[in-house]
């Protein structure tokens, strides 16, 4: 009996993996989607605990634009996967802050008020900001040579106060930098055009109306989706994937692979093992995030902020904590309930507090069961203690909890050390040494919700459609 074959595998059913899929069904391609585990999404997902609903990973979708907008990502990717706006049912934010000691700059979806909060806080710095806008806006995202500039080396040749550097560079590195300490130059124009210049939004109803909207559309296309399929190798035949093996022994071929799975993960499936590895090292940093289920909403108790992102000192520091499980010193403070829904949809059921920190993949894979639990306990009061210096003090309004670790990513993406935003080094055009094997996702170099979507369009149009249209 021959094995089934299809026009493309698509290794990972997170944003991107989903993406790729709709699109390349849109043009009648056989297309499969692989997923190791019982649900979709990676660790953008979504689950039920003590009968709430927890989103996991989504905190916004950047690149927000409001309906009729006909430029941008989200524009792009509605356009793509012939979506209309009402299927995301995105709320704005109300408003964020990136809160250092003594310095706060407001920010919304108008950028106006962050280049006012700028002028305010660094009056001298007034016109270098409008200098360093300009060179974002013109940034080429697909210039391989400038992505990888040091961004702290830029910002430091227009931005003349360390301290106003610091406080750029501190959200866009929590929400989609790989590299410790510095960030590519092509990451941070992609990222602060995002955040800064396009803006968050939120569904009301989370993460899961994008997932769901997503599977819904692949398989009305005529897509096949397997969960519980995990990839035990990539069968290698010269140069080209030849064939893939899922975990129980059912081989299955295709004319193009595509794999959201991380690039040094998906190399080391290959089982031709006299090639050599890619020589990029896995990523290094990971997170934990602590959920707070509160008696009544945040705006309540006084804080109407949608995301914080807060730093306890001048020096942003963004590297795996020294010895530590976490480092409390920095992180993200993200509400749920302060995004501007409509009528409608009326508030969330509960009051959402989520607290994100840096943690160290290896010291939470080491500990026991016991160890484990006692752990996630201690942290989780250590991170509400260093958030409660930006916002008002929820603890006395807590009902329920809950906190995930690196070892939660690790089991959800399959990426090595539970490395939230993959390896430093980006791949932006997706190829590998194998002629028929490209990368997606993370590690191809768009990085949260609407990039991941582009990055599966992109790379399902570019090495998928082109050349069989």
């Known amino acids: 009996m021959p094995m089934p074959h299809y026009d493309t595998i698509i290794i990972g059913a997170g944003m991107s993996g989903l993406a790729a899929g709709i699109r390349l069904a849109y043009y009648d391609q056989k297309v499969c989607i692989l997923e190791r585990h019982y649900t979709i999404g990676g660790l953008n997902s979504f689950y039920r605990l003590r009968g709430r609903d927890y989103d996991v990973g989504l905190h916004a979708v950047t690149n927000f634009t409001p309906k009729g907008a006909k430029k941008g990502p989200l524009a792009r990717l509605l356009r793509q996967l012939r979506f209309a706006w009402e299927d995301f049912a995105l709320s704005p934010q109300l408003g964020s802050a990136v809160a250092f000691p003594g310095v706060t700059l407001n920010f919304t979806n108008n950028p106006d008020l962050l280049a006012a909060e700028v002028a305010r806080a660094f009056p001298r710095q007034k016109d270098n900001y409008a200098r360093l806008l300009t060179q ?20 430091g040749e227009t931005i003349t106060d360390p301290l106003l550097i610091e406080m750029l560079l501190c959200p866009l590195m929590w929400y989609g930098n790989a590299r410790a300490e510095d960030m590519d130059w092509g990451q941070f124009c992609i990222m602060f055009r995002s955040i800064f210049l396009e803006g968050m939004g939120r569904p009301h109803a989370g993460v899961r109306l994008i997932l769901k909207n997503l599977v819904r559309r692949f398989r009305e296309l005529g897509g096949e989706l ?4 995990g990839v035990s190798r990539i069968h290698v035949e010269q140069d080209r994937a030849a064939g893939i093996v899922l975990d129980g022994g059912e081989e299955i071929t295709g004319t193009h692979v595509l794999s959201s799975a991380g690039a040094v993960e998906t190399m080391r499936l290959c089982d031709d093992v006299t090639a050599a590895m890619e020589p990029a090292a896995a990523g290094q940093l990971s997170f934990c995030e602590s959920i707070s289920i509160l008696d009544k909403p945040p705006k309540a108790l006084g804080h109407e902020k949608t995301i914080v992102f807060y730093n306890d000192s001048e020096k942003f520091h963004w ?23 409509g009528a409608a949809d009326g508030e969330l059921a509960d009051g959402v507090v989520r607290i994100t920190a840096q943690a160290d993949f290896s010291r939470w894979q080491g500990l026991d069961e016991s160890q484990y639990k006692l752990e996630k306990l201690r942290c989780y009061d250590a991170m509400a203690a260093s958030a409660v210096r930006f916002m008002p003090d929820f603890r006395g309004r807590v009902i329920d909890t809950d906190l995930f670790t690196p070892t939660t990513i690790r089991r959800f993406t399959w990426h090595d050390n539970g490395a939230i935003y993959g390896a430093p080094d980006k791949k932006l055009d ?5 002629k028929n094997l490209f990368l997606c996702g993370t590690d191809q170099g768009y990085v949260g919700i609407i990039g991941s979507i582009i990055s599966g369009i992109s790379m399902a149009n570019q090495h998928c459609l082109r050349s069989a249209l």
């Open 226 to 229: 397997k969960l519980r399929s």
């Open 319 to 341: 590297r795996k904590p020294a010895g530590e499980l976490i480092d409390p010193r920095t992180g993200v403070i993200c509400s749920p309930n302060n995004f501007a829904y």
């Open 430 to 434: 997706g190829t590998t040494r194998l």
């Open 136 to 155: 974002i806006v013109d940034y080429d995202d697909l210039n391989q040579e400038m992505f990888v500039l040091s961004a702290r080396q830029v910002l």
